[in-house]
């Protein structure tokens, strides 16, 4: 069960969570309505965005973790309701407490298990197969054959910074598919705002040359860094191919297909990276 705390008005967010009775309110439905924690009884509720969470409302949910009970709005009846929370958020919650938009004790309450997203600029070696499964799924979702896309297109969605991580990587990717016409995705078809943009960090005196700040920080020369990257990036990429060859019980057509590239190219790359098959 998901809900989105940004996107609902702070009017209605209460009756969302917790629910109502007939007649709580103007325009409130016959027979009363269920909330989402109601609703995940037993289960999880995922709260996106709970940074935007209503500063008043973070005291009811607080409350609510502590004792995991629910009242509707209109009842005077609280009901027992065991339920998981996972939260997530963009913001920096400790700088929200200092300025007072986050209730510190709910903080605390939900910071049980922290896991921390790099954004994707920090994850490079990760693009290749976002980039892929995106491809795969949306060609899915698009009835027809999933495409392949060259290394030259690769390498510029690599090089790029990513502001809006994820989500505009997979609105990239199906604008790449609408507008392909052959069965491989290029460089010439990609957004041209990609290839005007320069990496995020470490431009050399070479136009177009420049080293991640990962990699930066390693202390490495542009030709290390560049030879690095190659390096880890065939690694990723005969760690996908291993595991796809499991995955898939060997069958090259199918590893093909989910990566797609074309059988010869697959067997080229596991000749290059002496993959025993």
């Not at 609902?8 to 709580?24: D, N, V």
């Not at 609510?64 to 998981?84: A, H, Y």
């Not at 197969?129 to 969605?157: K, W």
């Not at 604008?175 to 078809?189: D, H, K, Q, S, Y």
Request: aromatic share 8%; with cysteine; net charge neutral.
């Amino acid at each position: 069960m998901a809900i989105n705390c940004g996107a609902i008005p702070k009017e209605l967010l209460q009756s969302e969570l917790f629910g109502y009775e007939e007649g709580a309110f103007t325009g409130a439905r016959k027979g009363g309505g269920t909330g989402k924690l109601e609703m995940g009884d037993g289960g999880t509720v995922f709260l996106d965005e709970i940074g935007e969470m209503p500063f008043d409302m973070q005291v009811n949910l607080l409350r609510f973790l502590q004792d995991k009970m629910i009242t509707r709005i209109g009842s005077s009846t609280p009901k027992k309701v065991e339920v998981r929370i996972i939260a997530a958020t963009n913001r920096r919650l400790k700088n929200e407490i200092q300025l007072g938009r986050f209730w510190e004790d709910l903080y605390y309450r939900l910071n049980v298990i922290n896991i921390s997203l790099p954004p994707l600029r920090d994850r490079r070696l990760d693009i290749p197969p976002i980039t892929r499964y995106f491809i795969q799924t949306l060609c899915h979702q698009f009835n027809r054959e999933t495409l392949g896309i060259s290394d030259a297109a690769m390498n510029v969605l690599c090089d790029y910074s990513w502001p809006g991580n994820v989500r505009e990587l997979r609105n990239v990717i199906e604008n790449l598919i609408v507008f392909t016409e052959g069965p491989i995705i290029t460089e010439a078809i990609l957004p041209s705002y990609l290839k005007r943009a320069l990496p995020l960090t470490g431009q050399s005196a070479e136009a177009g040359t420049s080293v991640p700040e990962s990699e930066q920080s390693r202390g490495l020369t542009i030709a290390e860094a560049q030879q690095y990257r190659r390096k880890a990036a065939a690694a990723n990429e005969r760690n996908e191919i291993l595991r796809l060859l499991e995955e898939c019980d060997g069958n090259i057509s199918e590893v093909a297909r989910k990566m797609g590239l074309s059988r010869n190219t697959i067997y080229r790359k596991i000749k290059t990276y002496k993959i025993d098959i």
